[in-house]
């Protein structure tokens, strides 16, 4: 039996190596979702000092806004997208990059580089690229496709984010997936050889399914990211042309901040997260039946 003293100081001591953590994360992260709850049912603007409350009716809101829906269908293509070609281009980078081809830790830094480059300034580069460079190439090349900005054209605008994302997060990926594919007992894939497996059957029956748990993080940190992209979305191309590529996260910023109508642009944040929530817990949910054991 543990006397009271004994009690006291284990709890002295997990208080003394947690409670600063723990203190950081209730103010940080917990106190202001807490917050960011209760406004969802206030009527305040964002700068008036009183509110009041308002019930559900900021979340009837959200439902008729027909604006919010949209840029969410249209955040949900470009995250089907985005995600598909991010861990397609970043797997087979991994495949090439593990078969000891010459300076691939090089080739796996330069890969990784467009990650560390922060969304705004990504934005701007990708703007100038897109505006400037393809356009005097088309122009001196006679390729039609880079005849104009694709930036000036709601299609080819949608497609511009969904390059410059792949770009910056298939480094990341590519790493992730490196080491899943480092993991893969090399035993198991000379017995296979033995037994006069190509490469094809080895990759779809034995490395595919050993590297579940790679596609499961992957794909979860690319939906995570994907669907709350907003700086890569406003500089490169601030929602335009026409609104065309305003995606759900600059639509609630928009609505809280520069609409100020704060209590229903919060209500769309919540319901935003949830819906976000709920994919991704799906996808590792599912995800999670296909792991296998070597």
């Keep these: 039996m543990i006397s009271e003293k004994g009690v006291w100081n284990r709890l002295r001591s997990r208080l003394l190596f947690t409670g600063p953590t723990l203190f950081a994360f209730l103010t940080v992260m ?5 917050y960011g709850i209760y406004l969802t049912f206030t009527n305040w603007d964002g700068i008036s000092t009183t509110h009041t ?3 559900f009716q900021n979340y009837g809101e959200v439902f008729k806004d027909e604006v919010f ?18 861990n397609v281009i970043a797997f087979l980078l991994a495949y090439m990059l593990t078969k000891g081809l010459k300076g691939q830790s090089i080739f796996r830094a330069g ?52 390059i410059v994302t792949v770009w910056q997060y298939a480094g990341y990926m590519m790493v992730i997936y490196v080491a899943g594919l480092m993991s893969v007992p090399n035993d198991i894939q000379e017995a296979a050889s033995i037994d006069g497996a190509n490469g094809w059957m080895k990759m779809r029956k034995m490395i595919l399914p050993l590297m579940i748990p790679s596609f499961i993080v992957c794909i979860f940190l690319s939906l995570q990211r994907c669907f709350m992209v907003y700086d890569v979305n406003l500089s490169l191309t601030k929602g335009g042309p026409f609104k065309s590529t305003e995606f759900v ?6 609505k809280a901040f520069l609409s100020r109508d704060y209590g229903v642009g919060q209500a769309e944040a919540l ?22 054991e070597a």
Excluded: R
């Design 30 to 34: 917990i106190v202001p979702f807490a």
């Design 53 to 55: 409350l308002v019930g």
């Design 69 to 86: 829906w949209q840029s969410f269908g249209l955040t949900l293509k470009y995250v089907f997208f985005s995600v598909l070609l991010t």
């Design 111 to 162: 890969f990784f580089l467009p990650n560390l480059v922060g969304g705004i300034v990504l934005g701007f580069i990708w703007q100038f690229i897109f505006s400037n460079v393809l356009v005097y190439f088309g122009a001196k090349t006679g390729i039609s496709i880079f005849s104009g900005s694709w930036l000036a054209e709601p299609d080819k605008a949608f497609w511009s984010l969904v």
């Design 249 to 254: 996260s600059m639509h609630v910023y928009e």
């Design 271 to 292: 319901v935003l997260f949830l819906l976000v929530a709920a994919i991704t817990l799906l996808q590792v949910y599912f995800s999670k039946k296909l792991e296998v």
